[in-house]
């Protein structure tokens, strides 16, 4: 499992700095996001450090297909409403034109009543 000591989100996985964490298994991570864009934010990491969506290869194929997966399970869990008048919204920002600001791997997922502040 590669961590990098001076990656933000590496040291929440490790514990070293505080989230409000929203799942954890062997591979995966989630969290609320410090400054939701949505009623309802969370971000879903690998918990091994890869900066960037661009950088995956094959080899992370099941990992993330585990994330897509977990989305709208994690979504139901933290009080997004199903079926289709619900729903949520899954975002992954990649390098500087794509917005990302922090380089470690993360899938925003947003849901809840709008407006919300992102559309
Ligand atoms: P991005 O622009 O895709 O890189 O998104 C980075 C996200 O990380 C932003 O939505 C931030 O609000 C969020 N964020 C930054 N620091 C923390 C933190 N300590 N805990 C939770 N979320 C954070
Ligand atoms: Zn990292």
Request: aromatic share 8%; proline share 8%.
């Amino acid at each position: 499992m590669s961590h990098n000591p001076d990656c933000l989100f590496c040291k929440i996985v490790e514990g070293k700095i505080p989230s409000k964490k929203v799942y954890e298994d062997e591979d995966v991570f989630a969290f609320h996001d410090i400054r939701p864009a949505a009623p309802i934010h969370f971000l879903m990491i690998p918990k091994k450090h890869i900066p960037m969506l661009s950088d995956m290869t094959i080899l992370d194929e099941q990992l993330l297909g585990k994330m897509m997966l977990l989305a709208p399970k994690l979504a139901l869990e933290a009080g997004a409403r199903p079926g289709e008048s619900g729903g949520f919204k899954v975002l992954l920002n990649n390098g500087a034109d794509g917005g990302q600001e922090v380089y470690h791997v993360h899938m925003h997922v947003m849901a809840g009543p709008r407006p919300w502040k992102y559309q």
